[in-house]
Nanobody, 118 residues
Framework: QVQLVESGGGLVQAGGSLRLSCAAS????????MGWYRQAPGKQRELVAD???????RYADSVKGRFTISRDNAKNTVYLQMSSLNSEDAAVYYC????????????WGQGTQVTVSS
């Protein structure tokens, strides 16, 4: 079992930056693919970025060059550094931990709100 707690969301002006953190409790954090997803009102939840246990990253086209995902396995934490924020980035951001073993292990945090003011 993995529990995920996000923090770092809030109100930011367009063009500004925020860093989200996701602290994980439970065992075997290092072997999970950690991801950040977001969901804006009336829209489906979408992948923002994810990072494998080996550090390989993947980004949505809309955030490439502006967002950076990283992880600190010693601290059981994954980060999302967001810069050049715009109104399209406003959403609830969710942290996800995923791995496939004998079954699928898929855990979600409660989400943190990011609001971008113009």
């Amino acid at each position: 079992q993995v529990q995920l707690v996000e923090s770092g969301g809030g109100l930011v002006q367009a063009g500004g930056s925020l860093r989200l953190s996701c602290a994980a409790s439970g065992s075997m954090f290092g072997i999970y693919v950690m991801g950040w997803y977001r969901q804006a009102p009336g829209k489906q939840r979408e992948l923002v970025a994810d990072i494998t246990s080996g550090g390989n990253t993947r980004y949505a086209d809309s955030v490439k060059g502006r967002f950076t995902i990283s992880r600190d396995n010693a601290k059981n934490t994954v980060y999302l550094q967001m810069s050049s924020l715009n109104s399209e980035d406003a959403a609830v951001y969710y942290c996800n931990a995923f791995r496939r073993g004998l079954r699928v292990y898929d855990y979600w945090g409660q989400g943190t709100q990011v609001t971008v003011s113009s």
